[in-house]
């Protein structure tokens, strides 16, 4: 994981520096793309998280084209030892999963960093105080995803949490143009649902060590 993430990051930076070179025409595309994807992330996360169901990673559709498209040049397993994205087996060169899980983190930062850019094009017309604000950004999110990794994995209602956090999220990238939102008044939204979802997790975590006489 924290390789995926290292090289996520440093693609990250290509992609926002190649956009702020030269900023994108038609950023309204991709707004709608990745608005789609996060409305459809959070469905999914709470259906998967009402079924109680964890899909097999072998049998998503990007590893079901990937098999389709390389055959056994896909190796459908990690290489623990090494780390490897390219993994020799029997003199053939296959791609891994965690080949499989930089393709999806790259093809998601190329979508994000459009809107990234342009929003901060806006903003300012200064590339370097651009690019290098987003650099900054890019380490401190590394740094937080194994505290926001440990914090949904709380219970139940941190993880419904975030399902809505992104269903909200995609909704506001679709709704842009027609409905305006606030940046403040959207991190405070979002700032309490994560406050009230800690509170209601302290609150059964605290409950469930009680024992049995002194709930009754």
């Given at each position: 994981m924290p390789k995926a993430l290292y090289l996520a990051m440093i693609g990250n930076m290509a992609f926002r520096f190649?956009?702020?070179?030269?900023?994108?025409?038609n950023t309204r595309?991709?707004?709608?793309?990745?608005?789609?994807?996060?409305?459809?992330?959070?469905?999914?996360?709470?259906?998967f998280q009402r079924l109680e169901h964890c899909p097999d990673v072998t049998e998503s559709a990007i590893v079901r084209f990937l098999r389709l498209l390389l055959g056994e040049r896909l190796g459908e397993f990690y290489d623990e030892e090494g780390e490897a994205i390219l993994v020799d087996v029997k003199g053939k060169y296959r791609i891994s999963l965690l080949?499989?899980?930089?393709?999806?983190?790259?093809?998601?930062?190329?979508?994000?960093?459009?809107?990234?850019?342009?929003?901060?094009?806006?903003?300012s017309?200064?590339?370097?105080l651009n690019f290098s604000s987003s650099i900054l950004a890019l380490f401190a999110i590394r740094s937080l995803f194994f505290v926001v990794r440990d914090f949904?994995?709380?219970?139940?209602?941190?993880?419904?949490?975030?399902?809505?956090?992104?269903?909200l999220m995609g909704l506001e990238?679709?709704?842009g143009p027609a409905v305006y939102v606030n940046a403040f008044a959207s991190c405070v939204?979002?700032?309490?649902?994560?406050?009230?979802?800690?509170?209601?997790?302290?609150l059964q975590q605290s409950h469930a060590k009680l024992p049995f006489s002194a709930l009754h």
């Open positions: 190649l956009g702020f070179l030269r900023a994108p025409v595309f991709f707004s709608w793309v990745m608005g789609t994807g996060l409305v459809y992330a959070g469905i999914s996360r709470l259906v080949g499989v899980a930089l393709l999806c983190l790259f093809a998601v930062n190329f979508l994000l960093s459009f809107d990234v850019v342009l929003a901060k094009s806006e903003a017309d200064d590339v370097f949904f994995t709380l219970s139940t209602v941190t993880r419904s949490t975030l399902a809505l956090v992104l269903f990238m679709l709704t939204v979002f700032a309490s649902m994560l406050a009230l979802s800690v509170g209601v997790s302290t």
